[in-house]
């Protein structure tokens, strides 16, 4: 771990000194602070990475310091130690605003996993917070890896221009829709996002949806029809999965883009239409163009300012940082605690390919948020799917063999620490029974 620097604010002093004893071997620097005065003083001089709180300090209680900790110093992460038998202080505690508690006496253990946690939930805010601040109009898009930045540059240098064709490509569920709503909000304050999917309709309700129709200009077109292309005059039309649109309205859509006028079915006027075209494709437009599946004139029309979304693979670096978005997103919607994903798993998600890219994850984080609330999630809670594949992926031998031994490590002494009693020690391990048995038959214990 990184250096971390822990306040401890509890007037025994004693137990200070030996949290201070106990994590000194983590790296993991401990200042102490004896009242609540002085705790509040050290913590906005020093700015540690969490505070742990006692809810009986000799001048204020931890519960009225609290609250002056969480307007001050909002980024700062608070933990609070409780004693035996006041743990509903300690309930109230976090739901105004500390992180987690402990309760005295403390296991070593639990004390190091909470604040390893705790510092990893403040990592991860404060990078979507940077995240946000850079990028103030690409802000849906979760992600700070080399191509997500290079990604929102090109977004805000697109919106900024004076461009009005964009061709957004990548594979399926990389975000191309959320790309096109980004860069639509660099542009536009409050103008209409209009969205037509190529591939939903059938050709002849798409050139009415899109064009508009005249009355009378077919069977059952009893009244005038507005198209979308009207709908979007001032803002945007967002026509996804280009590539499947038909032959013959491939040659409207270009009449379009090059005059920016167009004529609705039935009608005998050219209508103009001030509109931002995004077209999005999973499909290799170029190679369509050689197979004689989408016009080559049209293809260059679209591909003057070309955007590449990156398959989920190529920016693994985002993939925590997904995952805790989506965790975060999903907890709010069902009002849940979020999961808490540990390194190990982590880890093998990075190295899985994610064929359906973050729409994928997406559901995969749903799903764990929904059935596993608040519980620590490792491996085993995975389908086998995802195992299966990331099995197959190489990983260092070295590293394969650390993690190994250890979680032997951690088995072994759980198993000792409550004489063999596995039930017990799979709760210690935050891991359910049959997790730990499995766990021991891999492990060959
Ligand atoms: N960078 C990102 N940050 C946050 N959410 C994302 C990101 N990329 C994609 N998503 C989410 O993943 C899901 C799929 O994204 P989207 O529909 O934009 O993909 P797509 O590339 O348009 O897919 P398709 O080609 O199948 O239409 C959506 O729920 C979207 O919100």
């Known amino acids: 771990m990184n250096n971390l620097t822990v306040l401890v604010i509890d007037d025994e002093r004693n137990l200070v000194r030996s949290i201070r004893f106990a994590l000194m071997d983590q790296n993991i620097e401990v200042l102490g602070a004896g009242t609540a005065r002085e705790g509040f003083e050290l913590a906005k001089s020093e700015l540690p990475d969490m505070i742990l709180l006692d809810l009986g300090l000799p001048d204020l209680s931890g519960l009225e310091l609290l609250p002056q900790l969480r307007q001050a110093l909002p980024d700062i992460p608070v933990i609070m130690i409780s004693a035996h038998g006041d743990t509903r202080a300690a309930v109230k505690a976090v739901k105004e605003g500390a992180l987690d508690y402990i309760t005295k006496p403390f296991e070593w253990e639990e004390l190091v996993m909470l604040i390893r946690r705790s510092s990893e939930h403040t990592h991860m805010v404060r990078e979507l917070n940077f995240h946000r601040q850079r990028y103030k109009h690409t802000h849906r898009l979760v992600g700070n890896s080399p191509q997500m930045e290079q990604l929102c540059q090109t977004l805000e240098l697109i919106g900024r221009s004076s461009g009005k064709t964009v061709l957004i490509s990548g594979p399926s569920g990389t975000g191309k829709a959320l790309v096109a709503r980004s860069l639509h909000d660099v542009r536009f304050i409050d103008a209409p996002f209009i969205e037509i999917n190529c591939a939903a309709l059938p050709e002849q309700l798409i050139e009415a949806e899109l064009f508009g129709a005249e009355r009378g200009a077919y069977t059952g077109a009893i009244q005038h029809r507005s198209g979308l292309i009207a709908l979007a005059d001032g803002g945007t039309l967002f026509l996804d999965e280009v590539g499947e649109l038909p032959l013959p309205l491939q040659a409207k859509l270009l009449s379009f883009l090059e005059n920016r006028s167009y004529r609705p079915i039935g009608g005998n006027r050219e209508i103009q239409a001030d509109v931002v075209v995004m077209a999005a494709t999973n499909r290799d437009l170029k190679a369509e163009v050689g197979q004689g599946n989408f016009r080559s004139d049209l293809y260059y029309r679209l591909n003057i300012l070309p955007i590449n979304a990156p398959s989920l693979a190529e920016r693994a670096d985002d993939i925590p940082l997904l995952i805790h ?31 359906g890219n973050v729409r994928e994850l997406r559901n995969l984080v749903e799903r764990i948020t929904i059935l596993h609330p608040g519980q620590e999630i490792s491996c085993d809670f995975l ?18 063999k650390a993690l190994e031994e250890k979680e032997r490590q951690l088995i072994l002494d759980a198993l000792q620490e409550t004489g063999g009693q596995k039930g017990l020690a799979a709760e210690r391990l935050g891991i359910s029974r049959h997790a730990l048995k499995r766990r021991i038959q891999r492990l060959g214990l």
Request: aromatic content about 14%; proline content about 12%; some cysteine.
């Open 383 to 400: 389908p086998n799917e995802y195992l299966e594949a990331a099995d197959m992926m190489p990983s260092t031998p070295a590293y394969t």
């Open 325 to 355: 978005h989506f965790s975060q997103h999903f907890a709010s919607q069902e009002g849940c605690e979020p999961p808490i994903w540990n390194t190990e798993i982590l880890q093998l998600l990075r190295r899985y390919a994610w064929p």
